[in-house]
Every structure is written in C-alpha cells, then in structure tokens.
C-alpha cells in the first residue's frame, strides 16, 4: 500500500490551495482517508478525514469552514481544498489511512488509528 502526496507550495496568506494524495495497492473505495499536518517543532495534529463511503467528513476546529476534504474513488485520491490561508497553516501535510476496510475509525483524530502514511507535502504560508 502506497501514498503519495503532492500538491504543497508556497502562497501568500488569504490564497488557496489544493493538495492530493493518490494511492495504491488495495481498493481504494473501501477505506477511510485522513489529512494530518506537522510544523517545525510540533506535534503533528489531525486536519481532516472522510469516511471510506465518503459520506462524512470531519474537520479541525482551526481549519473548520476554510478547508474541504474529498475523495475520488475512480482516480484513488483524496483531495483537500485550502481557502483563506494563513501562516498557521505552514506545515508538512501528511495523508493517511487505515489497515481495515469499511471501517471508520472512531477516534479519527488520533494519529494511532491510521496505519498506512504519505511522505508528506510542504505547505507554506507567507504573510
């Protein structure tokens, strides 16, 4: 199983940005998918997740209204839509899943319930 993110640059605060993460090597459809961000120094914290039907979607409360996570079941990628940047928002992105399918982890923020993890896409956010 393969994650691949991509997508991240450099933006100035209040921009947009789309960042993605393809996968491989199991049926995508199945399982629930997951954003998580790290910045220099910090935790690496929950952003956002959606369910493996794709019918739910939770967010952050810093990134609530602002990001918008989704999932492309044919092309096996998830995408999250950034709009109103800020320097806050500067951190390597991560996506990620689990090892179960049809399953919803119900602890969704926690990074334990995701077992398979992207390298990571840089976000940066001038001001």
């Known amino acids: 199983v393969q994650l691949q993110a991509s997508g991240g640059g450099l933006v100035q605060t209040g921009a947009s940005l789309k960042i993605s993460c393809e996968t491989s090597?199991?049926?995508?459809?199945?399982?629930?998918m997951g954003w998580f961000r790290q910045a220099p120094g910090k935790e690496r914290e929950f952003v956002a997740s959606i369910s493996w039907g794709g019918a739910r979607t939770y967010y952050a409360n810093s990134v609530k209204e602002r990001f918008t996570m989704s999932r492309d079941n044919a092309k096996a990628t998830v995408h999250l839509h950034m709009n109103s940047l800020k320097p806050e928002d500067t951190a390597l992105y991560y996506c990620?899943?689990?090892?179960?399918?049809?399953?919803?982890?119900?602890?969704?923020?926690?990074?334990?319930?995701?077992?398979?993890w992207g390298q990571g896409t840089q976000v940066t956010v001038s001001s």
């Open positions: 090597g199991r049926t995508f459809s199945s399982y629930a």
């Open positions: 990620a899943s689990p090892s179960k399918p049809r399953y919803n982890p119900p602890r969704y923020v926690e990074r334990s319930s995701y077992d398979y």
